[in-house]
Antibody, heavy 120, light 107 residues
């Protein structure tokens, strides 16, 4: 059974760096083809694709946010970490991590999401 | 950057077929998946690789993708299908992008 759980601060101040951790079970990031991504959703708005990391460490970022995002993995801890710099109130959202089924497949398993508010 | 366009809302009567479109430049050359999201819940994958259904997803959900448009069809729509639906495409350069979402209302 695949599970994912997001954790991190619920409140950050403008200009600070947000660091979120995704802790997962039920699969290994050492397995070829496996990928885990981050997606966010501002209140009442649409899903926004953020970043993806592959089993081999390769990664992809949203073009509009690429300069602010870093995604890394710690295979020994079964964790994925997303860092987003220079936070702004418009970054207030629920942040999800999700497991991708396979190459060119969808995110078949999602965490419950973690709400992050950016405010001074 | 690549963009996907969905209608903001679609209405359907119970038992009828709901069709939700997703448009993008040469979308038919990419793989598309669809998610259902109910209020306060995480999204659920209902279609991947254009037309495949994950385990546990009812057969009434189907998908297609050709030209510039992908379509999610829900046949025999039920009240439980009322939700927001999002398309997502995989692009070899940018990896992933979501559409703006469609609110499906079952009247």
């Amino acid at each position: 059974q695949i599970t994912l759980r997001e954790s991190g601060p619920t409140l950050v101040k403008p200009t600070q760096t947000l660091t979120l951790t995704c802790t997962f079970s039920g699969f290994s990031l050492n397995t070829s083809g496996v990928a885990v991504g981050w997606i966010r959703q501002p209140p009442g708005k649409a899903l926004e694709w953020l970043a993806l990391i592959y089993w081999d460490g390769d990664n992809r970022y949203s073009p509009s946010l690429k300069s602010r995002l870093t995604i890394t993995k710690d295979t020994s801890k079964n964790q994925i970490v997303l860092a987003m710099t220079d936070m702004d109130p418009v970054d207030t959202a629920t942040y999800y991590c999700a497991h991708r089924l396979g190459v060119n497949s969808g995110y078949g398993h999602w965490g419950q999401g973690t709400r992050v508010t950016v405010s001074s | 950057s690549y963009e996907l366009t969905q209608p903001p809302s679609v209405s359907v009567s119970p038992g009828q077929t709901a069709s939700i479109t997703c448009s993008g430049d040469k979308l038919g050359d990419k793989y598309v998946c669809w998610y259902q999201q109910k209020p306060g819940q995480s999204p659920v994958l209902v279609i991947y690789q254009d037309r495949k259904r994950p385990s546990g997803i009812p057969e009434r959900f189907s998908g297609s993708n050709s030209g510039n448009t992908a379509t999610l069809n829900i046949s025999g729509t039920q009240a439980m299908d009322e939700a927001d639906y999002y398309c997502q495409a995989w692009d070899s350069n940018t990896a992933g992008v979501f559409g703006g979402g469609t609110k499906l209302t079952v009247l």
